[in-house]
């Protein structure tokens, strides 16, 4: 297996390009016609899983690592201009949502195995609060003074392991 990271990445891309194309022509063509008032592509697990061995690999990698997925359809959209507006501009904002996923869970048998991963839950919404912000950027200092700046897109953010400088002593 090839382990160079750019090609692998645009294979998951035109994976999902195809499958798009193929089975949700209709709804692209739909929220094309009515965004910004329609902005969510609804895609059923089952047909991920029914697009032969490919659909496997991309129905299995959805549940182990639903950042980067969510981030391989919306570069697939993008990348093969799948959603016009009628001004011609790129669309914004699109959500990708994902419906009938294999296995529900039960929200008191959410474990921190499942951090970072894709869940279905079913329940009943009592009580709401209000969402705490996610770090998508820090800057960190090391003990010599040296800035290093850090970005993450999804997950759980990693602080770095030491100065990122050049010629740092605490490297």
């Known amino acids: 297996m ?15 390009s195809r499958l798009l194309k193929q089975k949700y022509k209709k709804e692209l063509g739909e929220i094309s016609r009515e965004y910004p008032h329609k902005r ?4 059923d697990y089952r047909d991920i899983e029914r697009f ?7 129905a299995d990698e959805l ?3 639903p950042g980067k997925v969510i981030e391989d359809v919306l570069e697939a959209i993008k ?3 799948l959603i016009r507006t009628k001004d011609g501009n790129e669309p914004k904002g699109i959500n990708i949502r994902f419906t009938n996923l294999p296995k529900k869970t039960a929200i008191r048998n959410i474990r921190s195995e499942d951090i970072n991963t894709f869940v279905s ?7 709401t609060t209000e969402v705490r912000p996610r770090i998508v950027e820090a800057v960190f200092r090391c003990p010599a003074g040296h ?3 850090k970005e993450q897109k999804y997950g ?8 990122a400088t050049d010629g740092c002593a605490l490297k």
């Open 121 to 127: 839950v079913d329940g009943i919404l009592r009580k």
């Open 2 to 16: 090839d382990t160079t990271p750019g090609l692998n990445e645009t294979d998951k891309t035109g994976d999902w």
């Open 147 to 149: 800035f290093t700046k």
């Open 79 to 81: 990348a093969n201009q």
């Open 52 to 58: 032969g061995k490919v659909g496997i690999s991309l």
């Open 40 to 43: 969510s592509l609804y895609i």
């Open 63 to 65: 549940l182990e690592n």
């Open 156 to 163: 759980k953010f990693i602080d770095p392991d030491g100065c």
